[in-house]
């Protein structure tokens, strides 16, 4: 079996496990013990699907590199809301043990989460977005490419920087103990770190669980080799933030997308390459744009989600903060690095998993030089 087809089998069986999960939801009270056994098996199929991913991370095509990344991020962000589902559904368990039962609202998961956890986003944007229309002449299409370069690394910069300086909030709102502790633990197993809770009822067990594999999709997300270094990184950000730095303003002294709008919108205006280059660079940088837009979209509900993490008390889980230091820190690092790739940013080569707008552009339009690879392979 290919590693793509290892791959899709693992997201096929994590999406059907899902809807099974989804189904015993709408069954409380009376399934609570299936509701249990259903996310004890999601665990077990996201732990399968992590691994599938994480191995499709090198798959020399980066629109496979661009897939599996948006896959993550609906995971990490499904497991996250599945994990505080099962708490509810535990918390009122421990209700109905004391005659105070309440009907739950079933779990609920869009089509577009779909699509993202099987690697379908593309196809669901072609089939609800109107086609641009191709330029037909040179100087429309300069002009056209001009501004998609312009528009790509304002769009990149300012999401990055958004969500960059979102998970320095949450990370200030720590105590910066944990946060040094938390940042200690990025890389390594943190499920030890947690701590014994005292509720462990089946439905507390799946919640802890599927935390931790949320967990884990992130790290695997940035990369477990550079996780820890990332950390640091966000940690080294997070002081300048406490001095009263803009983070936008130091995440343009990384990207120099200023400098970069400049030299390429010269290329353009200088090249003599073909109009067919001309328009493979505007549909490329039209793909890598909207992909980075649906991972920050992703990104910015994960943080949402990790929400709940910061409130419960010891007898759940007694290190959550941990966890939620933890989280912050990598989606913090992946913003950053994920737009620097996007970007091409010199200082900050780190990723590498997709040609980015600089690359894209003077691949395609440098004389005698090869095709960028494209998103849409």
């Known amino acids: 079996m290919t590693m793509a087809s290892h791959y899709s089998l693992s997201a096929q069986a994590y999406v059907d496990t899902l809807q ?16 249990a056994e259903r996310g004890e098996q999601l665990c077990r199929m996201s732990a399968l ?21 948006i896959q993550l991020l609906a995971q990490a962000l499904t497991d996250l809301e599945a994990s505080s589902y099962l708490l509810e559904a ?18 609920q998961v869009g089509p577009e989460r779909i699509a993202a956890l099987l690697g379908q986003m593309e196809q669901l944007a072609r ?5 641009e229309v191709a330029p037909t002449d040179l100087l429309t299409a300069r002009v056209e490419l001009s501004n998609a370069v312009v528009d790509a690394l304002q769009l990149i910069s300012d999401r990055a920087g958004r969500t960059g300086q979102r998970a ?13 502790q938390a940042a200690g633990l990025v890389g390594k197993d943190i499920a030890e770190a947690l701590g014994q809770a005292e509720k462990l009822t089946r439905l507390y067990n ?16 940035l990369g477990r080799q550079l996780a820890n270094a990332a950390a640091k990184k966000v940690l080294e950000w997070l002081e300048e933030a406490r001095e009263g730095a803009v983070f936008g303003h130091l995440l343009e002294q990384f990207y120099e997308t200023v400098s970069t709008a400049r030299l390429l919108r010269e290329t353009v205006n200088a090249s003599e390459a073909e109009l067919p280059r001309f328009i493979t660079s505007i549909d490329t940088i039209d793909r890598l744009s909207e992909s980075y837009h649906q991972q920050a979209n992703l990104i910015d509900k994960v943080h949402q989600a990790l929400a709940f993490l910061g409130t419960l008390p010891m007898a759940i889980l007694p290190q959550s903060v941990l966890l939620l230091a933890a989280a912050y820190l990598l989606l913090g690092g992946y913003a950053v690095f994920c737009g620097a790739d996007y970007v091409d940013a010199p200082q900050l080569r780190i990723l590498n998993r997709v040609p ?22």
Request: contains cysteine.
């Open 20 to 35: 099974q999960f989804v189904v015993t939801s709408a069954e409380q009270p009376s399934m609570r013990e299936a509701l």
């Open 49 to 69: 699907l992590t691994r599938a991913a994480e191995a499709q991370l090198s798959d020399p095509n980066p629109a496979v590199r661009a897939r599996t990344c």
């Open 90 to 107: 535990a918390k009122d368990e421990e209700l109905g043990a004391a005659g105070e039962d309440r009907q739950a609202s079933p779990f």
């Open 127 to 131: 089939a609800t977005t109107r086609e």
């Open 168 to 180: 320095l909030a949450g990370l200030l709102g720590l105590g910066a103990a944990e946060v040094l």
């Open 206 to 221: 799946a919640f802890r669980d599927l935390a931790v594999q949320s967990y884990d999709s992130l790290l695997v997300l």
């Open 356 to 377: 980015g707008v600089r690359q894209i552009v003077l691949s395609n339009l440098a004389p005698l030089d090869p095709v960028a690879p494209s998103l849409a392979q």
